[in-house]
């Protein structure tokens, strides 16, 4: 069956990622026609638009899209296309495995967790109040009325909303995802005991929804700054983790560091109607038009959205390339080599190449 997938290369090394990508994901046997569409800087100089309507228009027609890194400059007003895209679309769920290939880089061996991270609310909802503007004066007036606490006037003002409707489902999915994919345990990540109205609404909701999968799927609970620790130290110990977003977005780093960094980590934003495919990591810009990034993230992606398709054979197939790839370490870019300095280390497309050679023969 012939699959229309939307693909937003992105920018920075997100054009070399993201050819190596489909050149793999063609090469698995999986039959797809690819609807290119620009966002980011390169939508803006073109079409004065960072997020132009059409892309998310092929989104919603083809329910399925394959995206590499956009950028979003610190601190100016250009608001992350990332996080309107999920918002746009409702893509809440933020699905990011993070598993160990043989051959990886990684002070551990066998991890493979899954962070599900909420992606439609907490921090990132963009609800943000100036420095200086009347507007957060006015807040800060209404917050002194209130709670008779004081807030610098010279404050900046982040809002988050945590609602039992979002909390409920992602615990839900975090649930439904654990018994469909032969997991054996939920730890809900917060910070309750500080954040009572937010993180303990969404521990509440957790609670509720493991009620409902006793004697199915173990539910534990752990503090956001604890889970940092007791994952540097001991990441066996865990298996599904569900989090809000801010939590999840941090902690889905620090487990890509444990299987070997941001090149292998993919990621997964699903929606009820729509997913959208994309790797953990951002566009790199230091390494834009370098031939240098790992590819593999954005091919495993590839993997996740091959699944997703059902085309469980070409996801089989494509992810076994890159795993013998992987462990046999000759053809592979330079965060894999045991020295970032070795000069052996191949580019983005050559390992691609090496990935799609290896196809041939599975
Ligand atoms: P980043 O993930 O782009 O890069 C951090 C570092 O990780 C890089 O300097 C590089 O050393 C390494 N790295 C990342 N991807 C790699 C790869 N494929 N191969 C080898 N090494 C790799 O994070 P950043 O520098 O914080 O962000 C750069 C830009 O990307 C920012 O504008 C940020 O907002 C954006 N960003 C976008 C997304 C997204 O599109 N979903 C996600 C994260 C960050």
């Not at 090469?27 to 026609?33: F, H, M, V, Y």
């Not at 880089?105 to 909420?118: A, G, M, N, P, T």
């Not at 209130?146 to 010279?154: E, F, G, L, Y």
Request: charge should be positive.
């Amino acid at each position: 069956m012939q699959h229309r997938i939307t693909l937003i290369p992105g920018d920075g090394i997100g054009y070399e990622v993201s050819l190596a990508a489909i050149r793999c994901i063609q090469a698995s046997g999986a039959d797809i026609q690819w609807d290119n569409a620009l966002a980011g800087q390169d939508a803006l100089d073109k079409t004065g638009e960072l997020l132009p309507q059409n892309v998310l228009d092929s989104i919603k027609k083809n329910k399925v899209a394959l995206k590499g890194p956009i950028t979003t400059p610190i601190g100016t007003g250009f608001r992350s296309v990332n996080v309107s895209i999920r918002q746009a679309l409702d893509l809440f769920a933020c699905v990011r495995p993070a598993k160990t290939y043989p051959g990886v880089k990684s002070r551990f061996k066998d991890i493979d967790l899954v962070i599900i991270r909420e992606n439609s609310e907490d921090l990132y909802s963009g609800i943000e109040y100036q420095e200086g503007s009347p507007e957060t004066a006015d807040l800060i007036a209404q917050i002194k009325k209130d709670t008779n606490k004081n807030i610098r006037p010279d404050s900046g003002i982040t809002i988050k909303p945590i609602s039992k409707f979002a909390s409920e489902r992602i615990v839900r999915y975090a649930f439904e995802y654990a018994l469909e994919n032969n997991r054996k345990k939920v730890t809900c990540v917060h910070k309750a005991n500080i954040m009572k109205f937010t993180d303990g609404l969404f521990l509440q909701v957790a609670r509720q929804v493991a009620g409902e999968f006793t004697g199915k799927i173990t539910f534990e609970e752990a503090i956001v700054d604890n889970m940092s620790m007791q994952l540097v130290q001991k990441p066996h110990n865990y298996d599904v983790l569900v989090l809000p977003n801010l939590y999840g977005d941090i902690i889905s780093d620090l487990c890509a560091g444990l299987v070997g960094g941001l090149g292998v980590a993919p990621g997964a934003n699903i929606g009820t109607q729509m997913a959208v495919f994309e790797a953990v990591h951002g566009s790199a810009p230091k390494y834009k038009g370098k031939n240098k990034a790992n590819p593999t993230a954005m091919i495993l992606s590839g993997v996740l959205m091959l699944r997703h398709l059902k085309e469980n054979k070409a996801a089989l197939r494509l992810e076994q390339a890159v795993s013998q790839v992987i462990a046999e370490g000759k053809f592979v870019t330079y965060d894999l080599k045991p020295d970032p300095l070795d000069p052996s280390c191949v580019g983005t497309s050559e390992m691609a190449d090496a990935i799609i050679n290896k196809l041939k023969k599975i």
